[in-house]
């Protein structure tokens, strides 16, 4: 079946820094998705991506989607310490199913 | 705002006894899901419905059932719970079923973290 690659595992910055974490697959996918999710709390949806080679920006997010169609990374600029959690990186290919990563955990030290 | 709301927000059963998880959405979408979430790993998919249409996974545990009376809400009953059913269960929603396009993303309520006693 589809698996989608995320790396990295885990990550630990000072607040301030930027941030990049990626996906990758075997498989094309059609949508890229990215969630951060709060422990406790489900995935909130940060950026959505529809087309090979589309970038997209939420603040001090930007994702992109590959030209390939195989992979995506997600950018955090400047980070500050609420963007501590574990973020997701999810794809659709031929159903309505979401492929999930296994997520990058983001730790911030102010 | 519309959104997806899970009760309770924590459950505690005992082993065996059977507990409905229940889900609502005010987002009129015609794709709800379930999935259970282990500590650490990726939300797995459970089973969803698309309308009235019941799709189960294929490596789903038969004690695992739901139930959609109307568009709104989706229920997940676990008829005989084991300890290793203890988890986050989420439920998400989707506009349609459509394979790609703008506006069928997934939105996830904030789950019920389920304790297996």
């Known amino acids: 079946g589809q698996q989608l690659n995320q790396s990295p595992q885990s990550m630990f910055i000072q607040e301030g820094e930027d941030v990049s974490m990626n996906c990758t697959s075997s498989s094309i996918f059609n949508t890229w998705l990215w969630y951060k999710q709060d422990p406790g709390e489900g995935p909130v949806l940060l950026i959505a991506?529809?087309?090979?080679?589309e970038l997209t920006s939420n603040g001090r997010l930007t994702a992109q989607f590959g030209i390939t169609r195989k992979d995506s990374f997600l950018n955090i600029s400047a980070s500050i310490p609420s963007d501590v959690g574990i973020y997701f990186c999810a794809g659709q290919g031929g159903s309505e199913k979401l492929v999930f990563g296994k997520g990058t955990k983001l730790t911030v030290n102010p | 705002d519309a959104m997806v709301i899970q009760n309770p927000r924590y459950q505690v059963t005992q082993f065996g006894k059977p507990v409905t998880l229940s889900c609502s959405q005010t987002?009129?979408?015609?794709?709800m899901y379930w999935y259970q979430q282990k500590s650490s790993q990726a939300p797995k998919l459970l089973f969803h419905?698309?309308?009235?249409?019941?799709?189960n996974e294929a490596d789903t545990p038969d004690n695992f059932q739901s139930r959609r009376p109307n568009t709104s809400f989706c229920f997940l009953d676990i008829r005989s719970p084991g300890l290793g059913d203890a988890a986050m269960y989420l439920c998400a929603t989707s506009r349609t079923r459509e394979l790609a396009g703008a506006n069928n993303e997934q939105f996830f309520g904030p789950g019920t973290r389920l304790t297996v006693l």
């Open positions: 419905y698309y309308d009235k249409d019941f799709n």
């Open positions: 991506l529809y087309k090979a080679g």
């Open positions: 987002l009129n979408h015609n794709v």
